[in-house]
Structure formats: C-alpha cells, structure tokens
C-alpha cells in the first residue's frame, strides 16, 4: 500500500531552495531561483486547470505573433 507524500506548502519549497542554494548567493540570485519556483508553480497550475494548448497550437500562434 502506498502513500502519497503530503505536499510542500510554498514556504517549505522557498526553504528547502534557499538551502540548497550556497552561503554566498546573493539577493539578486535568491530573487531569480524564487521567481523561477513560482514561475513553475504557476505552470504547473495551469496543467492541473486543463489550461495548455499543443505543441502545434502553440507553433500556430506564435507565428501569428510574430508574423513568421
């Protein structure tokens, strides 16, 4: 019988990445690993919504975008 494991709450992630992260790092650098975690929190919210488009989809309006 298996178990899933609790989930993280954001404070416990933003933790668990400043320590990982070296003594050394720098604010600036802090900022940008958080931001990147959120960045990802945000996607993964959007998967779990239903909230994604194809590859092909994407392509498709991209190019309109930009005119390619």
Not at 37 to 64: N, W
Request: net charge negative.
């Amino acid at each position: 019988m298996t178990t899933d494991a609790p989930a993280l709450t954001d404070k416990q992630i933003a933790a668990d990445a400043l320590d990982r992260m070296p003594e050394a790092a720098t604010l600036a650098e802090i900022s940008d690993r958080l931001a990147i975690l959120a960045g990802l929190d945000r996607g993964q919210q959007d998967i779990d919504a239903g909230r994604v488009v194809t590859q092909d989809e994407a392509k498709r309006r991209s190019m309109s975008w930009t005119g390619m």
